[in-house]
């Protein structure tokens, strides 16, 4: 069963507009953390937020803010008046508990591409 | 700021080939990680370390082995590579559990 589901593998916007990106997860944990990370065209992978099961705070960071609603399992990104810069594959993830550890547990991306 | 560094950054093998990818990262993290990325798939855990000498195999561990003999490196072996093996390999580290990791550049590997 997937435990991250990314439902947008697709999303194209003309720069300035809003976007969300859609994160629903799947777990049993009562404690568990949920990332997003960034890939851009350049292939590197980049840290954008880490948030415990036990906040449920919205996060704001300039332009990208996080929607984590524990009662429909979701942790979403928006990001306000986008830039093509903003242009790049999203992931969002999950960390589970699992064989002895935790694991990260990936949902297959969003790219989002920023038109001029 | 070198961060994690991945080498080599492309490579093409034959099938039945072998060969080991090193990861080497200069924070002074506890945590090492070997995930793939194969085309809409995301990325999948290979195997892991929690620590200097330790490792443990992660959700696709089959077909590849690991070793972290100092705590600052990590590396990925395919004893016989196959083309099922074809991906792009990250590593990554973390200070502790549920830290952020942070990602080397990748190596895109290739089996003919």
């Known amino acids: 069963a997937q435990k991250v589901t990314q439902a947008q593998t697709e999303i194209s916007v003309v720069e300035k507009e809003d976007v969300t990106l859609d994160c629903v997860y799947e777990?049993?944990?009562?404690?568990?953390?949920l990332f997003w990370y960034k890939q851009p065209p350049s292939g590197e992978l980049v840290f954008l937020i880490r948030?415990?099961?036990?906040d449920e705070q919205n996060e704001i960071s300039g332009r990208y803010s996080w929607n984590f609603q524990k009662s429909t399992s979701s942790f979403n990104f928006t990001i306000t008046a986008s830039q093509v810069v903003d242009s790049a594959v999203y992931f969002c993830a999950l960390s589970e508990f699992m064989d002895s550890n935790y694991q990260l547990i990936w949902g297959a991306g969003t790219k989002l591409i920023i038109k001029p | 700021n070198a961060g994690v560094t991945q080498t080599p950054k492309f490579r093409v093998l034959k099938t039945g080939q072998s060969m080991t990818l090193l990861c080497a990262q200069d924070m002074n993290h506890e945590y090492m990680y070997w995930y793939r990325q194969d085309p809409g798939m995301g990325l999948r855990l290979i195997h892991y370390s929690v620590g200097e000498g330790t490792t443990a195999k992660g959700e696709v561990p089959d077909g590849y082995n690991v070793s972290r003999l100092k705590k600052q490196n990590f590396l990925l072996g395919l004893e016989s590579a196959a083309p099922s093996q074809t991906s792009v390999y990250f590593c990554?580290?973390?200070?502790?559990?549920?830290?952020?990791?942070?990602f080397g550049d990748g190596t895109r590997l290739s089996i003919l």
């Open positions: 777990t049993r944990d009562t404690t568990y953390y």
């Open positions: 948030r415990n099961s036990f």
């Open positions: 990554a580290s973390s200070l502790m559990v549920n830290q952020p990791q942070h």
